[in-house]
Every structure is written in C-alpha cells, then in structure tokens.
C-alpha cells in the first residue's frame, strides 16, 4: 500500500489546524525566572523559609496556569540549582519570548524594618530607580550580578540595534507589569508598594518585555508566614496570571490593528 493522502482530507486538515490553534492565534512563550537558587538563598522568611523556596513555588503554580491558559511556559530553573543572572538572560533569550517573569520576595535588614515593612512591588526596568527603596532593592538583587555590568563584547552597531529592540520592550515592560501589579494587589488584599522602576542586571539583557515581582515582605512575620502557604501562593499565581492574559490580550489587539506601523521593514 502506498502512504498516499486524499486531497480532502489534507485539506481539512488544513483548516482544521489554525481552529486548533485559537482562530489562527500565535501560541504566547513566556520565560518564567525564579529568583535565585542552590546555594544563593535570596532572602530569609520565618523558621526555614527561603526566598528561593517561595519564587521557586510560585514560578511553578504560575506555569501550570499559563499552560493551561495555552501558553507555552519555560522556566528558568525548575528545581533548586545554583544559577549566575547571566545565564538566566541567555537562557530566556534563546527561547525568544513574548515576556519575562522573574519571581523574587522582599526583605528588609533591621528587626524595626522588618516587622513594618510589607507588601507587593512590580518592577520594571529604568536607567534610574524609582526612588531610594527601590534601589536598595535592585541593589539586593543584583548582588549575584558579575562585577563587570559589560561583560559581553558589543560592536558599536550591534549595542545599537540591541538597544532600538529593547526599546519598544521597555514600554511593553511597563504595560506588562501595569496589567499584573494591580491585579495582584487587588486579589491576594497585600499592601500595594506600587509599579517600581530600577536597574535589575537580571532584567537588563533581556530582549522580551521583562518585569520582575517582588511578591510580598518574606522578611515580615504575618506576610512571610503567608508566602510559605500553598493557598496564598495560588492566589499570586493567579493574579499574575491574569495579568499576563491581558497583557497578551492587549498586545494581539495593538498588533492586528490596521494603524500598527510596520515593523523591521528597512530595506538596502
Ligand atoms: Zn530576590
């Protein structure tokens, strides 16, 4: 027997396949970065509780409700390992995602700070911090970063077209992290420390619109207890979720618009 198709059923099959795939639409890629990992611990929360245990936790139920939502998620670690920013950023930028999600949980140094201090900041990223807090926060976070901030080799031209491509990224960073910072508040009822700007490393090479969450005070007694459980977890997965939806939502509205300028059309 020869392995011969019917014409017609190549043809439904033709038609079938963009129904499946969402009336045609693109499947959205999202990197999701928990912070830290192995034996960079991150923060400290209440008895054993690690801020890489919670980012770790919470990176995990967000992807199983992006997956389930149809998006297809990667993770930039999905166990406790040790991993160097650097290789996050290279890791998400051969998956070429639609967005970038790093999952991190605050801290404050004194014992005073610590038992005032809660609540949820999304950052995006900015030259400057928004303020003296959240570059204290960007300083943090950055400690795994090498010490040379240019360690790749960057032609003139290629730092150039590098920076036209993040720059559209950068406004989308803002959208991006605009869609989830409100939801997030509204649904897990924490204190709401606003939409932040600063410096991340880890944010900095990234080449798809890149948000990272500090998703509560780990270093708090109440909101760190609150971290470490499994039902307030699923309530900041599902926040962000959300957000990322209409984030995409958004993005395929603005991009199917017949007024959207045509983009990397320069010719010779
Ligand atoms: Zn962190």
């Not at 491509?165 to 991006?176: Q, Y």
């Amino acid at each position: 027997m020869s392995p011969r198709r019917s014409p017609i059923c190549l043809l439904a099959l033709a038609c079938l396949l963009p129904a499946l795939a969402g009336a045609g639409e693109r499947v959205a890629r999202i990197v999701i970065d928990p912070g830290h990992g192995g034996a960079k611990e991150g923060a400290k929360g209440p008895g054993e509780l690690w801020e890489k245990e919670v980012a770790l936790q919470i990176a995990q139920r967000l992807r199983d409700k992006l997956e389930a939502a149809g998006s297809e998620v990667f993770l930039t670690r999905d166990r406790d390992t040790l991993m160097a920013l650097s290789e996050r950023v290279e890791f998400s930028n051969v998956q070429r995602p639609d967005l970038f999600l790093s999952i991190h949980a605050n801290s404050m140094p004194t014992k005073r700070l610590r038992e005032r201090t809660e609540g949820i900041e999304t950052y995006f990223l900015s030259a400057n911090a928004s303020g003296e807090a959240a570059r204290a926060v960007a300083d943090r976070e950055n400690a795994e970063a090498p010490t040379a901030r240019s360690a790749r080799g960057h032609s003139t031209l290629a730092f150039i077209l590098d920076d036209l491509a993040r720059t559209e990224a950068h406004s989308d960073a803002s959208r991006l992290a605009y869609a989830i910072h409100p939801r997030l508040v509204s649904k897990s009822g924490a204190a709401d420390r606003g939409v932040q700007q600063a410096p991340f490393f880890v944010l900095t090479g990234v080449e798809a619109p890149a948000v990272l969450i500090e998703v509560g005070f780990i270093s708090h007694p109440q909101e760190g207890a609150r971290l470490g459980r499994a039902a307030y977890q699923e309530t900041l997965a599902e926040a962000i979720s959300e957000g990322v939806q209409a984030f995409l939502r958004e993005t395929r509205r603005r991009d199917t618009s017949p007024s959207q300028p045509v983009a990397g059309s320069t010719g010779p």
